[in-house]
C-alpha cells in the first residue's frame, strides 16, 4: 500500500472512531441534555426563535445551534418524535468535519506559499499531504471526543476555522510585516466567517479575531516603538476593515431579528448576564485558574501539545535568526492560539470546551513548524544555544515541560484505570468524591479500557519523541504520524465504546429513575425544582402528567446531588428517595408532621 494511500485510510479511521460516539453514547452532560432537550421543544412547538425549557423561554443562548439539531431530527427522526441521540450528535460531528477538511485543503496553497521560490515537490510526501493537518488534529484527544458531542463550540470552530486560514495566508503573503490586502471572496468569507461565529456565540466572534489580529501586529515590530506599533497596526485594520465591517452588518442584521422575534429580554439575558457577565463572574461553578485553559490543552491534547513544545524548543535551540526569522509572515496560528488563551484565562468562567478554536491553530501550526525546520539543514544535528542563553533556557523548558506533561496524562489513565476507587480520594474534593463512589465499582471493561488508553498515549509520545529527535526531512516521520493517528483513533473508539456509555448510565440512570419516582409523586399543583445540577434530562423521562419547573411554588419536589441535601430542611421537604449521587425529596407527610407540632407546642 502507498503511503498516500495509507494516510487516507488512517484518515478515514479516526472519522470512523469519531462517527461512532454518535451511535452509542446517550446525553448525559448538563449541557448537552439542555441543547437536545431545547431542540426538542422548538421541533414539538413549531417556535423556532424563541427556545423554551419545559415552555418556559430560555434566553441564555440564541437558537442557531439548536436550529441545527431541529434541522437533523427533522431529516432523521419521525416527525412527532423526539430528537433521537444522533439527529442531537450529528451536527457537532459535521461542523467538526468541515473544519478539518478546511485545513485539508487550505494546507498545500499555504505550503506553496511558505516554500516560496522552492518547489513544493522538494518536500517530501507526507509533508504537502492534504491529511497531514488532520492527522496533527486528530493526535488531540479532547477534540475526538468532542467532535460529536451536543455543544455548541464545534460550530463555532467550523466558523472560526476559515477565519484563521485565510488570515494566516493573508500575513504569509504579504510584505513581512504587514499583510496583504483580502480579495473580494476573502473579504466575504472572513465576513461571513466571523458573523457565524458571532450569531453562535456572541460578540466573541469578532473579539477573538480582533485581539488575534492585534497581538500579531505588535509582533511584527522587530524594534519596538509605540509609534511603529502603531502604524503597524492601523495598516493593518484599514487592510481588513471590510471584513470586519461585513462582519458587523450580517450579525447585526441576524441579532435584529433575535430581538424583533424575542424581545428585549433575550438582549438582558444573553448579553448583559451571560454574555459579559461569564467574564466578571465563574458562573455555574465554572472557574479555576489563570493556568486551566493551559492545562486543559496539556491534559486534552498530550500528543499534539507534546509536539508543539518540541518543535519550539527545537527552533528555538536553532536561534532566533533561523527558526524564527520572519515570524510576522507564518506566525499567525499561533498569535491566534495566544490570543484565544490570554481571552479565556482572564476570564471569570472556564470551561474545557472553550478551547476548541485553538486545536485547528495548534495543528496548522505544527505543521508550519515540520515545513520550516524540514528545510533546515542543521535540522538532524542542530547546534544547541550557548549554554545559560535566554534562548537555550526557553528550549530547555519547553522540552522538560513537553515530557512532564505528557508523563503525567499516562500515568492519569493508568491509575485510574488500575486504582480509581482508591487512589482517587487522596485527591479529588467531596464532590467529586462522592460522584466517583456512586460509580463504584468500576466494571472490568472501562478499567482494562482507560489503561488501553494510557498506552496508546505512551506510544503516541513514543512516536513524537523520535519525530522530535529524527531530521524531519525523512519520509519515515509521514508513517510515525499515521501511527499516532491511529493510536488516536484507538483511544477515541475505547473512549466511546466502553467508557461514555458506562458514564452516561452513571449520570443519567439516576436522574431517569427519580424523575419517574418525581412524576408518580406529581399531583396538579405541584412542581419540580432541580438544585446544584439543573439536568433537564429529568425533563425527557417525565410520563404521567406535565411537571413544570416553578421554584415560586412552596409545595413542591426537588432533586439535586448528595452534597445539597440541605435544600430539603430549608424548603421543609423531606429526602424520599436516594440513588447514588442524587437525592429526591418532597413535601412531609402527616406522620413526620406531627412530633414537629409537638416541639413547636
Known sequence: ????????????????????????????????????????????????????????????????????ILLASRLFDPRDAPVS????????????????????????????????RRPITTYPEWLRHPTLPFLVYSMALLPGIGASSVLLDPMLTAFFTPVLLVFSLLWLEGDGTHPRRPRRGEVIVLAVGMAGA???????????????????????????????????????????????????????????????????????????????GRGAVAMQGHGGSLWYHPGVLLLGGAA????????????????????????????????????????????????PNYTWPVWPAMSLGVCVFLARLATMKSVGSPEPAPQGSLAGVLATAFRYLAY?????????????????????????????????????????AVRVALILVGLCVAAQFYAVARIGSTPLSRNDAGGLFAACAVLAAISVGLLAAVVGPFVADV??????????????????????????????????????????????TPHRLIIGPTWKEGSCEENNLVVVARDRHLFLCGPKSPETRAPEKERAA
Not at 21 to 42: G, H, N
Not at 85 to 114: E, K
Not at 314 to 326: D, E, I, P, Q
Open 507 to 552: 449520570m443519567v440512570g439516576p436522574y431517569a429513575r427519580l424523575a419517574d419516582k418525581a412524576s408518580r409523586m406529581a399531583g396538579a399543583e405541584t412542581c419540580l425544582v432541580t438544585v446544584g445540577s439543573r439536568s433537564p434530562t429529568v425533563s425527557l423521562h417525565f410520563r404521567r402528567g406535565r411537571v413544570n419547573d416553578c421554584s415560586g
Open 404 to 444: 512532564f506533561g505528557s508523563m503525567v496524562v499516562i500515568a492519569a489513565f493508568l491509575l485510574i484505570g488500575l486504582t480509581a476507587d482508591q487512589l482517587a480520594h487522596r485527591f479529588l474534593n467531596s464532590k467529586a468524591q462522592v460522584v466517583l463512589s456512586s460509580a463504584g465499582p468500576w466494571p472490568g
Open 85 to 116: 441521540i444522533f439527529a442531537s450528535r450529528l451536527p457537532s460531528f459535521l461542523f467538526t468535519l468541515m473544519a478539518v477538511a478546511c485545513l485539508g485543503v487550505f494546507w498545500p496553497r499555504f505550503l506553496s506559499s511558505l516554500a516560496g
Open 1 to 68: 500500500m502507498s503511503s498516500s494511500k495509507g494516510l487516507w485510510l488512517t484518515a478515514a479511521l479516526v472519522v470512523a472512531s469519531w462517527a461512532s460516539i454518535m451511535f452509542q453514547v446517550p446525553t448525559f452532560d448538563l449541557d448537552e441534555s439542555l441543547y437536545r432537550r431545547l431542540a426538542e421543544e422548538m421541533k414539538l412547538s413549531g417556535e423556532y426563535f424563541i427556545s423554551t425549557w419545559d415552555g418556559k423561554p430560555f434566553y441564555e443562548k440564541p437558537p442557531t445551534y439548536f436550529w441545527t
Open 304 to 351: 499534539l501539545s507534546t509536539l508543539l513544545l518540541l518543535l519550539f524548543s527545537k527552533s528555538v535551540s536553532l536561534g532566533r535568526g533561523t527558526a524564527f526569522s520572519g515570524y510576522a509572515r507564518w506566525g499567525f496560528p499561533f498569535s491566534w492560539t495566544l490570543a484565544f488563551l490570554l481571552f479565556y484565562s482572564a476570564s471569570s468562567t472556564k470551561l
Open 198 to 276: 458571532t450569531a453562535v456565540k456572541g460578540l466573541i466572534g469578532l473579539i477573538l479575531p480582533a485581539l488575534a489580529v492585534l497581538l500579531h501586529s505588535l509582533s511584527a515590530c522587530d524594534a519596538w516603538s509605540p509609534w511603529r506599533a502603531g502604524r503597524i497596526l492601523w495598516r493593518a485594520i484599514q487592510g481588513l476593515m471590510a471584513s470586519f465591517v461585513g462582519a458587523i452588518l450580517i450579525a447585526g442584521g441576524f441579532y435584529l431579528l433575535i430581538h424583533w422575534k424575542a424581545g428585549p429580554r433575550f438582549d438582558y439575558e444573553f448579553f448583559v448576564v451571560h454574555h459579559f
